[in-house]
């Protein structure tokens, strides 16, 4: 899955302005191997691509309140042989799991349900 580059042409003053936004990178949302907090998405990223440079994108491109940020690189899987029997690798990758923010500062169920009981005065 290689996505080719896009090459901008070098600005020269007086040239008129580039006017189509086109990130640099691309995102792929994938359904996590373990189960995760409902409030967390797994991500596959580029290897180049920060945690500020993500939490930008999602924030300013999609509009979604970005929490916190996992990242950790996975490495590819290296149990392939091409016809000649040698072993083929495939890339690396990097994987982030983003917590959104407004379903994390709700919290748990449990800790809502704690909280409402508290702020109730007893009957009794």
């Known amino acids: 899955m290689r996505i080719p580059r896009l090459l901008y042409p070098l600005y020269q003053l007086g040239n008129p302005q580039l006017r189509i936004f086109r990130p640099k990178w691309s995102l792929t949302l994938v359904r996590p191997g373990k189960e995760q907090p409902p ?3 797994q991500f ?6 920060t945690k500020c440079d993500l939490k930008g994108y999602l924030e300013k491109i999609y509009n979604v309140p970005v929490g916190t940020i996992r990242t950790r690189i996975q490495f590819g899987s290296n ?35 704690l909280n409402q009981q508290r702020r109730r005065p007893d009957s009794c």
Do not use: C, W
């Not at 596959?44 to 691509?49: E, L, S």
């Not at 994987?95 to 449990?110: D, F, I, N, R, T």
């Open 39 to 41: 409030d967390t998405v």
């Open 44 to 49: 596959r990223i580029p290897m180049v691509m």
């Open 79 to 113: 149990k392939k042989r091409n016809h000649l029997n040698q072993r083929v690798k495939q890339p690396d990758f990097k994987v982030a799991y983003v917590q959104l923010l407004s379903v994390a500062q709700s919290g748990p169920p449990e800790k809502q349900l």
